[in-house]
């Protein structure tokens, strides 16, 4: 059972290739992610896109270091668990969604198992104050991708 889990969706103004390229350019997360300020690709695939990355995640209560691997599922979405680090466990998966008109639901989902210091930190967020945490680490992430996918369609002249 995870300590904190959810998850957030958005409706973006992006074709969903866009969206894709968009997350599983996983070195630039940080940009526009949120509570992501570093990645760092140690492995890549035969695509050359990261399957191991070094993450330095704010994680509200304390900055974690959790190194990820990475399945992509052009361009539906991509899943990613820990494979080592300050966290216990952590999974999460960005679901990508076509809809009519060229646009896109980018559904992002966390689960976060908890290191045994952070655990004791979470006491002190419990009630409304942990629901804000998970908020933050669920809502950031979409709205990031919903204003860089639409700042890219801009950029590239595209029309929906």
Not at 128 to 150: F, I, N
Request: charged letters at 30%.
């Amino acid at each position: 059972m995870a300590d904190l889990e959810g998850s957030s969706s958005i409706d973006v103004d992006a074709p969903i290739e866009l969206c894709f390229e968009v997350i599983a350019d996983v070195e630039q997360a940080p940009k526009w992610q949120g509570a992501m300020q570093r990645a760092r690709a140690v492995e890549y695939d035969a695509q050359a896109r990261p399957v191991l990355v070094e993450t330095q995640i704010h994680a509200i209560v304390a900055n974690v270091t959790v190194w990820l691997r990475f399945d992509y599922s052009e361009p539906t979405g991509m899943r990613w668990t820990r494979e080592r680090g300050d966290l216990k466990s952590l999974s999460g998966a960005w679901q990508l969604e076509g809809l009519e008109g060229g646009r896109t639901r980018a559904t992002y989902s966390l689960e976060i198992g908890l290191n045994r210091t952070l655990s004791v930190l979470r006491k002190g967020v419990r009630g409304p104050a942990e629901a804000k945490v998970r908020e933050l680490l669920t809502r950031r992430p979409v709205e990031g991708l919903k204003r860089e996918a639409e700042r890219r369609v801009a950029r590239r002249g595209l029309s929906l």
